[in-house]
């Protein structure tokens, strides 16, 4: 059974920093890119950032460009957005989505983790 797990959130101060990071596991025959969203309680959510999943291409929204940095380690299992000068407009639930092929005759499915919270407040 393919999970994404999402870790590292927590309480920072303003200016402070967090890394949370995205791990898959299971069975995965192929995956897509990996997307960074965030939502806060009575808004939309907010895509943050994103990763092709060869790691070559990534993109950021405008309001993360500069602070938020995304890398994956090297057989592609784990993707860490590395969270910099936080805000607390940065405090939201923060998910991590990514497209995964279990097998190669199986439908792409969209699989979702199950979000961490951060906070940002002195």
């Known amino acids: 059974q393919v999970q994404l797990v999402e870790s590292g959130g927590g309480l920072v101060q303003p200016g402070g920093s967090l890394t949370l990071s995205c791990t898959a596991s299971?069975?995965?025959?192929?995956?897509?890119?990996l997307h960074w969203y965030r939502q806060v309680p009575g808004k939309e959510r907010e895509l943050v950032a994103q990763?092709?999943?060869?790691?070559?291409?990534?993109d950021y929204a405008d309001s993360m460009k500069g602070r938020f940095v995304i890398t994956m380690d090297d057989d592609g299992d784990t993707v860490f957005l590395h969270m910099n000068i936080l805000e607390p407009e940065d405090s939201a639930f923060y998910y991590c989505?990514?497209?995964?092929?279990?097998?190669?005759?199986?439908?792409?499915?969209?699989?979702w983790g199950q979000g961490t919270q951060v906070t940002v407040s002195s």
């Open positions: 990763i092709t999943s060869n790691g070559r291409t990534i």
């Open positions: 299971g069975r995965i025959f192929s995956r897509g890119d």
């Open positions: 989505t990514q497209n995964i092929w279990v097998t190669q005759l199986d439908p792409l499915q969209q699989y």
